[in-house]
């Protein structure tokens, strides 16, 4: 049984930029993005190396996904009402989060709280 349920983020015009992202992503990538965000959906609240919070921005979390290539997807999502409300999606590439997905996965996150 799913102790959190995961939903996309949704702008004002009904579009959700987290699966429009995974569409982007190769089907193995999408796979491997899938089972992390089912895992954490049954295994919440989930550590690491799956999860963390991001530090200096509380209730923002980031799923943490090792995709093709070697490459390392991230995952921006907050708790909201009961959900996992995924804010943003990106590849990382380099050692630290860039502060403007961050920013973004804030400004998605204060629009759930109107």
Do not use: Y
């Not at 939903?7 to 959700?16: C, Q, S």
């Not at 992202?21 to 796979?31: G, I, N, Q, V």
């Amino acid at each position: 049984m799913k102790r959190i349920k995961a939903r996309f983020f949704e702008t004002d015009l009904g579009n959700a930029p987290v699966r429009e992202w995974l569409l982007s992503l190769s089907a193995e990538d999408r796979r491997v993005n899938g089972f992390e965000i089912k895992t954490a959906e049954f295994g919440w609240p989930v550590g690491m190396p799956l999860c963390r919070s991001i530090t200096g921005f509380s209730g923002l979390w980031e799923l943490r996904v090792g995709i093709s290539d070697g490459r390392i997807a991230r995952i921006l999502f907050v708790v909201h009402n009961g959900d996992m409300v995924l804010l943003n999606g990106f590849i990382k590439k380099s050692q630290k989060s860039p502060q403007q997905e961050i920013d973004l996965a804030l400004r998605r996150a204060r629009g759930l709280r109107r």
